[in-house]
Each structure stands twice: as C-alpha cells, then as structure tokens.
C-alpha cells in the first residue's frame, strides 16, 4: 500500500461550518512548513456560502457530486465541477474539515472503503484513541472526497453554527496533523479496525403537512455513538407520548438531532460497530 505525497485540504464545503475555514485562513503557512515532504493545496470550497453564513448557497455542496452530469445550473454544481477539476488532475488524498451540531466527538468518515483510507484512518486513532472512525459508504460519489480513491473527512461536534469553539478548533487541527504525519509516514502495521457502519435513517415523527409532531427524547440526545438497547425511547411528541424505536439489534446513533438534517426530518443514523479487517 502506497499513499500519494498530494493532499488537497478542503475547508468550508459548507458556509457555516467556519472551524474548517478558520483553519485555512490561518494554518496553511504552518502546515506547509511543518510537512514540506507533501504537496499540500487548500480549497475554500464554498466561499459564497461563508458569505452569506449559510450551509450552502442554492445546494448542499457536499452532495452536489452526484449531480454532475446533470444540467442543474447551481453554484454548487459549479464549484461541484471545478473542484472535482482540482483533485482528478493527479492522485491525491483528500480531507475535508467539516464540524457539526450533534454530539459527534471527534470523528473520521470514510467513504470509499479501500486498505489504504482504513489503515490511515486506523493509525490516526492510534494517536488520538478517542478519535471514532465512521464508515459511510458513497455508491453515489456525492462527497467531495468520493472524488478520490484517497479522502477523510474531519468531523467534529458539537459545535453551534456561524461559530468557532477553541476545543473543536484545536481538536480538529490535532487530527488533520496526524493524519498529514501518517500520510508522509505512512506504514502497514494495523491489520483491523473499529469502525461505526452507516445500517439506516431514522426520520422525525411528521404529520400530513410534514410538520415535525414530536423532537427527540431526552433519552437519546446528545449519545452519538453510545450502545442503544433494541428497543428504546427515540422521540418525545408535543402532546407528552413517548415512541419507542425498535431496531433488529443494539444499535450506535450518529448525528442526532443534527440542525443541517431538519429539512430532510432526518433525526439520526443508526450504526453497526463492527471490526474491518485490512
């Protein structure tokens, strides 16, 4: 296994996630200095989005790569292709800093499944053991690092929009060092890993006017990635009923109660825990 001396660096794939652009804007002179053995270039991926302080401008960027073929006349779609340009244009491994609302921790996602994103992201948590690796398979190539055979995405939370917190900020550049290191030292020496696997969504209790009738119960929020039993309490209506949710076996939820999923009533991930072997 061999990693390519290119890493492209993407920050503010959505506008208001400024963790990531905070760190473009101040750490590239220090990052190139610090790993001069890699060819590091830094994307600003969605400056008007940052603009205007929203997660994107006419759509979600990092779900604009599907579309590319399509004639959808978006801003998105726009910068979808240019950056897509950038990083096809030679190997490259690709990360993508990205912060959320839910209680998320710190946390690798991986969307192409290969030995080599598995055993990067295994020797990052080497490092950084409290670090979770998140498995999110992309058939579609919708994300911005599907673009590469060779990508992470940063993720880490909570963390309110438009803000920037000191522990998520020095969180995140700690990982994204680490995993630069391991890039330029890189080394087969982990033959498995743990990781979280997407298994199914699960969507607020809505009515025929899609209006959300309940939110989540006060049980469950704010445990990502903690073991659920199979049948647990996941939503508290708005006139007092609790609704169980019942699942086929113990569970891992991720990105609950998310504020960028409240337009799709998505109101968590259910996750297997499982070990990969390399």
Known sequence: MILPKRVIIIGGTHGNEWTGITILQN?????????PELEL????ANPEAYKIEKRFK????????QFLNENRSTYEQKRAIEIQKIIQKEPCVVIDLHTTTSNMGNTLIISNENAENLTL????QENLPETKILLAPDLLKK???????????????????????????KDSLNILISILS?????????SEVEVYEEACDVYYPQNQKNELTACIHEDIEGNDLIKLPKIFMAFQSFNGEEIQYEANEE?????????????????????RKIIKNI
Do not use: W
């Open 121 to 124: 992201a295994g020797l990052v």
């Open 27 to 35: 750490y590239q002179d220090f990052l190139k200095n610090k790993f």
């Open 41 to 44: 270039e830094f994307i600003f």
């Open 143 to 169: 994300y911005l690092i599907s673009q590469s055979s060779f990508g992470l995405m940063i993720e880490v939370g909570p963390v309110p929009n438009n803000v920037i917190r000191p522990g998520p900020l």
């Open 251 to 271: 569970m891992y939820p991720i990105f609950i109660n998310e504020a960028a999923y409240y337009p799709s009533r998505l109101a968590f991930t259910l996750c």
């Open 58 to 65: 006419d759509e979600d960027l990092n779900r604009s790569c």
């Open 182 to 190: 391991n890039i330029h030292n890189f080394r087969v020496g982990i």
